[in-house]
């Protein structure tokens, strides 16, 4: 798809320099060289109106192409896990849980990645709403996916005993 779209940008931008070359050679030739420079709009829109039909049908074609490809660019990338509304959740540590012990954003509930591999790995990420999460215990110091589900599971034990 990448590869489509800079060979119509490259296909637009040829078509467009042709076109100018076109004009330009044209309002010259018309005007017995480069005597006259004022600029006519009149005789240039004429030239333009005068252009043979494929030219123009391709540059609409183009054009349109263009356009679909914009529109379809536009669209937002969702992440690839949608979110469970079911899913039950409980907060801890900043963020919330599922039963699974997986990680789901506080604002949104859409799953967290790691935000930087390798440099904190206490911080998370929402690819859905853009939202840094930090885990945290709760005297506030930084806590790994690792640390976190371990108190996670001690705490429900104890919770339930
Ligand atoms: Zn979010």
Same mark, same amino acid.
């Given at each position: 798809?990448?590869?489509?779209?800079? !060979?119509?940008?490259? &296909?637009?931008?040829?078509? /467009?320099?042709?076109? !100018? +070359?076109?004009?330009? &050679?044209?309002?010259?030739?018309?005007?017995?060289?480069?005597?006259? &420079?004022?600029?006519?709009?009149?005789?240039?829109?004429?030239?333009? +109106?005068?252009?043979?039909?494929? $030219?123009?049908?391709?540059?609409?074609?183009?054009? !349109? /192409?263009? $356009?679909?490809?914009?529109? *379809?660019?536009?669209?937002?990338?969702?992440?690839?896990?949608?979110? *469970?509304?079911?899913?039950? $959740?409980?907060?801890?540590? %900043?963020?919330?849980?599922?039963?699974?012990?997986?990680?789901? /954003? $506080?604002? =949104?509930?859409?799953? &967290?990645? =790691? +935000?930087?591999?390798?440099?904190?790995?206490?911080?998370?990420? /929402?690819? *859905? =709403?853009?939202?840094?999460?930090?885990?945290?215990?709760?005297?506030?110091?930084?806590? @790994?996916? +690792?640390?976190? !589900?371990?108190?996670?599971?001690?705490?429900?034990?104890? %919770?339930? @005993?």
């Amino acid at each position: 798809m990448k590869k489509l779209k800079k !060979i119509l940008i490259w &296909l637009l931008s040829s078509v /467009c320099a042709a076109l !100018i +070359a076109y004009v330009v &050679l044209k309002y010259i030739d018309s005007y017995n060289g480069l005597r006259n &420079l004022s600029v006519h709009i009149q005789d240039l829109l004429l030239i333009l +109106a005068n252009l043979p039909t494929p $030219l123009w049908a391709t540059i609409v074609l183009i054009a !349109i /192409c263009f $356009l679909y490809i914009y529109l *379809n660019t536009q669209k937002p990338q969702y992440p690839q896990e949608p979110p *469970n509304v079911q899913e039950k $959740l409980h907060e801890a540590f %900043g963020v919330y849980w599922n039963n699974q012990y997986k990680l789901r /954003c $506080l604002k =949104c509930k859409w799953p &967290l990645k =790691c +935000a930087s591999k390798g440099h904190d790995p206490s911080l998370f990420w /929402c690819s *859905n =709403c853009n939202t840094k999460l930090p885990l945290r215990d709760p005297n506030g110091n930084p806590l @790994t996916e +690792a640390n976190a !589900i371990e108190q996670l599971k001690k705490m429900l034990t104890n %919770g339930s @005993t």
